[in-house]
């Protein structure tokens, strides 16, 4: 029996890491799956519309965000087209 016979075995682990790895980032990822809303949707941009009237002021906040904001709710304010 040769050294070499066992070089195969030492070649499987790097394999099998890159494997898993590469499983897992496809496992978690889903980017065949997922709507790529920068390519497929299509934004109609309309006139300004509005008036000058005004509703209301804030003083002193100390509030980083807005309440109600959908600033991470990307897939609720782009809708895919058709």
Do not use: C, Q
């Not at 494997?19 to 809303?37: C, E, G, P, Q, V």
Request: charged residues 30%; positive net charge; aromatic residues 10%.
């Amino acid at each position: 029996m040769s050294d070499d016979s066992g070089l195969w075995l030492l070649a499987l682990g790097p394999a099998g890491a890159g494997a898993l790895y590469w499983a897992i980032y496809r496992y978690y990822r889903n980017t065949d799956k997922s709507h790529a809303f920068e390519r497929e949707t299509t934004v109609d941009a309309g006139p300004v519309t509005g008036s000058e009237h005004k509703v209301g002021e804030v003083k002193g906040t100390r509030k980083t965000r807005i309440a109600g904001d959908n600033v991470r709710a990307y897939r609720e304010r782009v809708k895919g087209v058709g």
